[in-house]
């Protein structure tokens, strides 16, 4: 095959050709090593891969800690109200248990429709106290509900995001997850990426609903109309960067931190105009990842100290809960 290649009876096209339609797997392979040859690439063995991404956490995600919080205040709320009708009703047992000496006077009462009138305020008013006191523990738990569910279906978008960073990059990376930066304001980074080309911090969203994202206003669609939503991504993601910024100017890195959001439900449409931090939608982000590999722009001194940094600082937070 490779004298025909020589004197030119068998061309490119033809080689082509026979690569994709051989039935022999040896004829392809030869088709597909002379047209390497012939185009003059090289062969080279792949190079060593750089393990997988180094990932370090805090501990407990900033979603569970949130989910502990909540269902601990449900429990409180819960067993007060439970508190203050066990203590109504055994005060109410232990006063029927006592003989009254008005009881005459309460019957005598009750003979008229003046003190029937009253005795029906005085009950009417007893079960709404009971009503009240069933009613609004209720409905502050379902509310606490909601946030719950909705710090989970956080939670679960970090995780998610988090796996696929990791089929996505490799070793020269390291991944640092619910980063709590000291200072008055105890938000959590979600993900800090550390890599050749840089720094990022990503604020992962898995919220329902159909959003658009135009400029830094995000707004969450009721019926025909467009809301301002309450969470905004963007501002978040680019307050977080720079904070993270603050923090490692204060040991000499003047690093720029990049931020962007990451879109991590996929069944919620989100549409983005003009974005002044970037989205990343959750089906593409490994192209995203890719895109960033442009060029080294952090030497690995730098790369080692900020990893360093920001692990001392989750170590930190593991210890003290």
Known sequence: MGKLLDSKQIT???LGKMAETSWDP???QAAIA?????LEQAIKEPAPPAGFVKIVSDGRTYSKKKQYNLALMQGLIFGLSIGILLTMMGILIINGLKPHQNSQSITSLASTPFGLLVLAIVLIMMLLVVGLLVFIPDQIGKRLDKQIEAFQLGEEGEERTVQMIVQALDGNWSLFRNV?????NKGDLDIVLVGPPGVWVLEVKNLRGVYRNIGETWEIRHGKNWKTSLANPSRQAKDNAVRLGDFLKADHLKIWVNPAVVWANEESPLFVENPSAAVWMFNRLPDELGNIWQAEKLSQAD???IAEKLS???EAQKKTG
């Open 12 to 14: 490119l096209k033809d």
């Open 180 to 184: 709590s930066l000291p200072g008055r």
């Open 26 to 28: 040896k004829e392809r």
């Open 303 to 305: 790369r080692k100290a």
């Open 312 to 314: 001392k600082l989750c």
């Open 34 to 38: 002379l047209m390497l040859l012939r």
